[in-house]
């Protein structure tokens, strides 16, 4: 089977069963594995709001950020994410992370999803990366597009491929409003993508209702 057949069959497959399959990244099992430690840590400014954070880590947790606005969670993942660093007290990350901003700043509009994820994975075989597009719902052309013109749950698409199938995969997965500007339809794809999803997982949202949907474990 060529190439191009393979990956419109993957692609037709997961419109056909509107479910999205997407594998955690390989990574020591156990719930003692330690992933991250913030110890009374502060961040200038109050943009934790106010107070002094401490937290552990461990395993494979799946965590809701909830709150207001200027609660201070985007910062918090923007501390684990390495973007900022404490005013005071101390913040260890020993996983490969991955930080989803609003943005997705992640991408580069004016390339392609295959292009950037064969450079974060240069040692992948392009085929292979392609069938992972394509079971992420990005068929060829879609692949092969500008992130740019992508619409908002492609680009999120992308970027996950970019953070879960590059060379150093992320064992840490931070979300910022994923499902802001997104469709109904992009809205579920996505809720089924990080369902199906078996790593560490922080996710920051205002949506209630997909957070529940997520499986979360916990919300902080």
């Given at each position: ?140 052309r879609h692949a092969d597009l500008p992130t740019g013109q992508l619409s908002g749950g492609q680009r999120l698409k992308a970027a996950l491929a970019c953070a879960l199938y590059r060379a150093q995969p992320a064992q840490l997965l931070l979300l910022d409003e994923p499902t802001n500007h997104l469709d109904l ?36």
């Open positions: 089977m060529r190439l191009s057949e393979a990956v419109v069959q993957a692609a037709a497959r997961v419109e056909a069963d509107q479910a999205i399959a997407v594998l955690a990244p390989t990574s020591p099992a156990g719930t003692s594995r330690r992933l991250a430690t913030l110890r009374q840590v502060e961040l200038a400014g109050g943009r934790l709001g106010g107070r002094r954070v401490e937290l552990l880590l461990q395993g494979q947790p799946r965590i809701g950020l909830v709150g207001p606005n200027g609660s201070g969670k985007s910062a918090l993942l923007q501390l684990l994410a390495g973007r900022l660093q404490p005013s005071a007290g101390q913040c260890e990350v020993y996983v490969p992370v991955a930080y989803l901003d609003q943005g997705l700043g992640l991408l580069d509009p004016m390339r392609s999803a295959a292009a950037q994820l064969q450079d974060a994975a240069p040692g992948a075989p392009a085929h292979a990366q392609r069938l992972r597009l394509a079971l992420l719902g990005l068929d060829q339809a992009s809205v579920e794809a996505i809720e089924s993508l990080l369902r199906s999803y078996q790593g560490a997982l922080i996710v920051a949202s205002h949506d209630a209702a997909f957070l529940q949907r997520l499986g979360l474990q916990q919300r902080l």
